[in-house]
């Protein structure tokens, strides 16, 4: 006797089972060995790197809520190779209407030139990234991708304005740097000032993201994150406070 299965309408008997089940696993095998290829960047350059590798993609995100919807539906950046060049690279597009860069190029140099050498040698671009319509439904400060850091711009009003409330390390962390949460009728505003604001980018979101390039142990979402934000403040505010 013959027992029978149904796979999309069709009736097939159980001497195709095996056939088809070992097909289904090595499809199943192949699409994850594609998936982890392209989430994965291998750096090559400098004879000095250590070479291992990391997730493709890392951000610091703004607002008061992060989702898997949003690391889905995030705004395509430019990708650079890593480089061999002793140099790190600059690239300053547009911020757009309405938006400005809080950091220029000679404030950030100078910045990454306080760091230790083990901590920039892995850094080939730092991008000031245009902020894209895309982008302003899930905006964010800065972003890692591969050796490259991208920074992108603010309202020009220096005020963020949000629907949901901040949660407690987020009123905590702006306030580390001047920024202030207030409550306007429905809406939850941040505002800042010019220097708070470059305090942040220059000890927090940019530090932020470097730290994401030096991390070579962590891999999911959330380890990565904590290391992140734990060399923000050992290396960026602590640093500039003149506290380590």
């Known amino acids: 006797m013959v027992n029978n299965i149904t796979i999309l309408g069709s009736v097939i008997d159980s001497r195709s089972r095996g056939m088809i089940k070992g097909q289904f696993t090595m499809n199943r095998h192949q699409q994850g060995r594609k998936q982890r290829t392209r989430q994965r960047t291998t750096l090559r350059g400098r004879s000095r790197r250590r070479h291992f590798v990391r997730p493709a993609v ?15 539906f995030n705004a395509p950046e430019v990708w650079h190779e890593p480089s061999d060049r002793d140099e790190i690279k600059y690239i300053v597009q547009s911020p757009g209407s309405g938006y400005i860069h809080p950091v220029t190029v000679k404030a950030v140099r100078a910045r990454i030139a306080q760091l230790p050498e083990w901590v920039t040698c892995e850094l080939d671009v730092v991008q000031f990234s245009r902020m894209s319509r895309k982008r302003e439904l899930f905006p964010c400060y800065g972003m890692q991708w591969g050796s490259s850091v991208y920074l992108y711009p603010i309202e ?20 580390m740097y001047g920024g202030r949460w207030s409550q306007q009728g429905n809406m939850w505003q941040l505002k800042w000032t010019i220097g708070a604001l470059r305090d942040f980018y220059l000890n927090n979101v940019l530090i932020h993201e470097i730290g994401h390039i030096v991390d070579n142990r ?15 403040v050992e290396y960026g505010f602590r640093v500039s406070r003149g506290r380590r």
């Not at 951000?59 to 919807?69: A, D, K, P």
């Open 156 to 175: 020009e009003s220096l005020v963020e304005s949000y629907v949901r409330p901040p949660r407690p390390e987020q009123i905590v962390e702006a306030r």
């Open 218 to 232: 962590n891999t999911n979402f959330e380890a990565r994150e904590r290391y992140a934000n734990w060399f923000a």
């Open 58 to 72: 890392a951000h610091r995100q703004r607002g008061v809520e992060r989702s898997r919807q949003s690391e889905a």
